[in-house]
T-cell receptor
Framework: EAGVAQSPRYKIIEKRQSVAFWCNPISGHATLYWYQQILGQGPKLLIQFQNNGVVDDSQLPKDRFSAERLKGVDSTLKIQPAKLEDSAVYLC???????????????FGQGTRLTVV | AQSVTQLGSHVSVSEGALVLLRCNYSSSVPPYLFWYVQYPNQGLQLLLKYTSAATLVKGINGFEAEFKKSETSFHLTKPSAHMSDAAEYFCAVTFAGAGGTSYGKLTFGQGTILTVHP
């Protein structure tokens, strides 16, 4: 079974530039998450999709971050314009997400390491 | 609101020694608890999870954790450390949400870096 695929693995941009990350979840997984992991911290949820609908985006800085999952499969996370404090690893995860249960295991991709200079 | 506290950002043990990584949680509803491991430049891999069944949970690579409701703890242990266990470990909590809230969302602790000395 293929895992969660993310690209690119690494990205270096200058502040005020824009950047996009791509995620392809495990086939059949209805739920997709984007997490931000700043160095020395645990991952923090940015946005959660159930199929192509947003379940939770309460911690997404909507003035600069946007995400979509148009066909309920792969997803794109965009930052525009980037700030220095956006330097982090962006992790995508997916889970089956069947029903109202919190015990569905989330599978993580390898992440995209973003450096903003 | 949920939160997770991992006591000790760095833990160092000798190869063959007991590994104990501490995690305490706060949740207003019964939690589901997880331990993940992260190797350098890799994503997170699930070690084990507690989902309201047996309180002693066994995971991969010889790790286990015990859910103690009275102590709000979910500490991770391994009887004998191996060099390959060196990594960062994250404790996380979620819950079966009601009323359309975001179930499945994980709240992570800050992580504990485990170093294993020969």
């Amino acid at each position: 079974e293929a895992g969660v695929a993310q690209s690119p693995r690494y990205k270096i941009i200058e502040k005020r530039q824009s950047v996009a990350f791509w995620c392809n979840p495990i086939s059949g997984h209805a739920t997709l998450y984007w997490y931000q992991q700043i160095l020395g911290q645990g991952p923090k949820l940015l946005i959660q999709f159930q199929n192509n609908g947003v379940v939770d985006d309460s911690q997404l800085p909507k003035d600069r971050f946007s995400a979509e999952r148009l066909k309920g499969v792969d997803s794109t996370l965009k930052i525009q314009p980037a700030k220095l404090e956006d330097s982090a690893v962006y992790l995508c995860a997916s889970s089956l997400g069947q029903g109202r249960t919190g015990n569905t295991e989330a599978f993580f991709g390898q992440g995209t390491r973003l450096t903003v200079v | 609101a949920q939160s997770v506290t991992q006591l000790g950002s760095h833990v160092s043990v000798s190869e063959g020694a007991l590994v104990l990584l501490r995690c305490n949680y706060s949740s207003s509803v019964p939690p589901y608890l997880f331990w993940y491991v992260q190797y350098p430049n890799q994503g997170l891999q699930l070690l084990l999870k507690y989902t309201s069944a047996a309180t002693l949970v066994k995971g991969i690579n010889g790790f286990e954790a015990e859910f103690k409701k009275s102590e709000t703890s979910f500490h991770l242990t391994k009887p004998s450390a191996h060099m390959s266990d060196a990594a960062e470990y994250f404790c996380a909590v979620t819950f079966a949400g009601a009323g359309g809230t975001s179930y499945g969302k994980l709240t992570f602790g800050q992580g504990t870096i485990l170093t294993v000395h020969p």
